[in-house]
């Protein structure tokens, strides 16, 4: 990048919110996946409108722009492949508004996804989707990937609580999508459009996203069991009696080990793997429904592979539960130094295949793969764990990782659940979407950034569109 395009920038952003320092660069080199990639320069914008100079310049200049939350991504949405300029919107962090009366909220893109909870909570006002990293994640990168979390279950993933945006295009020019009302239909979706895209068609700057009413009582259950399959075999089970919990979690006994010492439990040794089971409502409708799920449970003639069913009951026992449910995708370091994670979905009654699956390609190629997650919507986490400087090792990892895409696709799931495509997916795509669906795709990429100036390398594995 030359040295009079840093100076424009340096002119929009102001001295102190741009620097080129490499000990500045390489903290924003890196995500979640462990690889790194230098920017040229980090920008730290203060607005809507000098993220629009920006744009206008990189159009102009053709260098790229990569947008970036708090770097908590699991498959490289927000890595400079290309070099560039990245964008870092910590400083929009302000809640701008909460409308108690129409439970709506404006929040800019960099506010805390933990700290917006907390917020609204205060106004005995929920907002649901809560990723594993909520305490660091930041709303404007929930978007972009379409985060979920282990409340999908009953109350949905981010798509389902935005309602409209403030986007910058990769030509600088500001748009408005959506409403803040509960319907809406003028014209095409683009709010759904720019959802989930993964900073690829624009930058988003503000976010108006409904609200619930707080739930005032939940009830929180460990389910133990003496094999994977029994507890896969639960999670339709439960769904299928009504009972619909707004946490449907499952540990396999790797994971569990992992995270034991945050358990403060004893587990029989028996333990092959955990469900964490949280109902959710006023009073009466949680009543109603714990008492529905421990007489299910009660028949163990019906389900004999269940060792013991446990409930919190204090806040400090849930909290040391989710503690424990938070903490198990860093703890996974102490099996391997790395590891390929995916977020795979499957119909929830092929659960049950999908981690019978997960356990023989473990035994056949004698590596650690430890699955985890949202059992509830079908959202397994896979963490095939390797050492990258053991090339052989590192080969099965990415073996493991096909064959599971693979076996996923023939089970009628998808690929990701909320991490995204990002570029360690991109070479899969073509599992899943057909030849069509992807130079459409492409097409719209190249309507909004003709160019390919805004996050490229991004989902599509070609380097222009």
């Given at each position: 990048?030359?040295?009079?395009?840093?100076?424009?920038?340096?002119?929009?952003?102001?001295?102190?919110?741009?620097?080129?320092?490499?000990?500045?660069?390489?903290?924003?080199?890196?995500?979640?996946?462990?690889?790194?990639?230098?920017?040229?320069?980090?920008?730290?914008?203060?607005?809507?409108?000098?993220?629009?100079?920006?744009?206008?310049?990189?159009?102009?200049?053709?260098?790229?722009?990569?947008?970036?939350?708090?770097?908590?991504?699991?498959?490289?949405?927000?890595?400079?492949?290309?070099?560039?300029?990245?964008?870092?919107?910590?400083?929009?962090?302000?809640?701008?508004e909460v409308d108690v009366?129409?439970?709506?909220?404006?929040?800019?893109?960099?506010?805390?996804?933990?700290?917006?909870?907390?917020?609204?909570?205060?106004?005995?006002?929920?907002?649901?989707?809560?990723?594993?990293?909520?305490?660091?994640?930041?709303?404007?990168?929930?978007?972009?990937?379409?985060?979920?979390?282990?409340?999908?279950?009953?109350?949905?993933?981010?798509?389902?609580?935005?309602?409209?945006?403030?986007?910058?295009?990769?030509?600088?020019?500001?748009?408005?999508?959506?409403?803040?009302?509960?319907?809406?239909?003028?014209?095409?979706?683009?709010?759904?459009?720019?959802?989930?895209?993964?900073?690829?068609?624009?930058?988003?700057?503000?976010?108006?996203?409904?609200?619930?009413?707080?739930?005032?009582?939940?009830?929180?259950?460990?389910?133990?069991?003496?094999?994977?399959?029994?507890?896969?075999?639960?999670?339709?089970?439960?769904?299928?009696?009504?009972?619909?919990?707004?946490?449907?979690?499952?540990?396999?006994?790797?994971?569990?080990?992992?995270?034991?010492?945050?358990?403060?439990?004893?587990?029989?040794?028996?333990?092959?793997?955990?469900?964490?089971?949280?109902?959710?409502?006023?009073?009466?409708?949680?009543?109603?429904?714990?008492?529905?799920?421990?007489?299910?449970?009660?028949?163990?003639?019906?389900?004999?592979?269940?060792?013991?069913?446990r409930q919190a009951h204090?806040?400090?026992?849930?909290?040391?539960?989710?503690?424990?449910?938070?903490?198990?995708?860093?703890?996974?370091?102490?099996?391997?130094?790395?590891?390929?994670?995916?977020?795979?979905?499957?119909?929830?009654?092929?659960?049950?295949?999908?981690?019978?699956?997960?356990?023989?390609?473990?035994?056949?190629?004698?590596?650690?793969?430890?699955?985890?997650?949202?059992?509830?919507?079908?959202?397994?986490?896979?963490?095939?764990?390797?050492?990258?400087?053991?090339?052989?090792?590192?080969?099965?990892?990415?073996?493991?990782?096909?064959?599971?895409?693979?076996?996923?696709?023939?089970?009628?799931?998808?690929?990701?659940?909320?991490?995204?495509?990002?570029?360690?997916?991109?070479?899969?795509?073509?599992?899943?979407?057909?030849?069509?669906?992807l130079a459409l795709m492409?097409?719209?990429?190249?309507?909004?950034?003709?160019?390919?100036?805004?996050?490229?390398?991004?989902?599509?594995?070609?380097?222009?569109?």
């Amino acid at each position: 990048m030359k040295k009079n395009i840093l100076k424009k920038i340096r002119a929009i952003v102001g001295d102190a919110h741009l620097t080129t320092a490499r000990e500045d660069l390489m903290c924003y080199s890196y995500d979640s996946t462990g690889m790194e990639y230098m920017p040229t320069a980090v920008a730290f914008p203060g607005s809507a409108v000098e993220i629009s100079s920006i744009m206008e310049l990189a159009n102009k200049e053709l260098f790229p722009v990569i947008p970036r939350g708090a770097g908590t991504g699991m498959t490289g949405g927000s890595l400079p492949i290309q070099g560039g300029l990245v964008l870092v919107m910590s400083r929009l962090n302000r809640i701008l508004e909460v409308d108690v009366e129409n439970q709506v909220a404006v929040v800019e893109p960099g506010v805390i996804t933990g700290q917006f909870q907390a917020a609204v909570k205060k106004e005995a006002l929920f907002y649901p989707p809560d990723p594993a990293s909520r305490d660091f994640c930041t709303m404007g990168g929930n978007v972009a990937e379409c985060s979920g979390g282990p409340s999908a279950v009953k109350y949905g993933v981010t798509r389902d609580y935005v309602l409209g945006l403030e986007v910058v295009l990769p030509d600088g020019r500001l748009m408005h999508t959506g409403v803040r009302t509960a319907k809406g239909v003028v014209g095409y979706d683009l709010t759904r459009l720019f959802i989930g895209s993964e900073g690829t068609l624009g930058i988003i700057t503000k976010i108006v996203v409904r609200l619930l009413a707080l739930p005032t009582h939940k009830k929180t259950y460990l389910v133990l069991t003496d094999s994977l399959r029994q507890a896969a075999m639960l999670v339709s089970e439960i769904l299928k009696r009504g009972i619909l919990p707004n946490t449907l979690e499952y540990m396999d006994q790797t994971a569990l080990h992992v995270v034991r010492e945050y358990l403060s439990l004893e587990l029989p040794q028996s333990t092959r793997a955990l469900l964490l089971v949280e109902v959710d409502g006023d009073e009466n409708s949680t009543e109603e429904q714990g008492k529905k799920f421990l007489g299910m449970l009660a028949d163990r003639r019906t389900y004999p592979g269940i060792l013991e069913v446990r409930q919190a009951h204090n806040e400090k026992e849930v909290d040391d539960l989710w503690k424990a449910r938070r903490s198990i995708s860093p703890a996974t370091y102490k099996l391997r130094p790395h590891k390929i994670s995916e977020d795979v979905v499957v119909p929830k009654t092929k659960i049950p295949q999908l981690v019978d699956f997960t356990e023989k390609l473990s035994r056949e190629l004698g590596i650690i793969i430890l699955t985890f997650g949202h059992a509830g919507d079908g959202n397994i986490h896979v963490n095939i764990m390797v050492d990258k400087d053991n090339q052989e090792e590192y080969q099965k990892g990415q073996t493991a990782k096909r064959l599971l895409f693979e076996h996923v696709m023939s089970l009628s799931g998808t690929l990701s659940g909320e991490h995204g495509i990002g570029i360690t997916k991109a070479p899969y795509l073509s599992l899943e979407l057909d030849e069509t669906s992807l130079a459409l795709m492409q097409s719209i990429k190249s309507v909004f950034d003709p160019n390919n100036i805004l996050n490229p390398g991004k989902i599509f594995s070609t380097k222009s569109h």
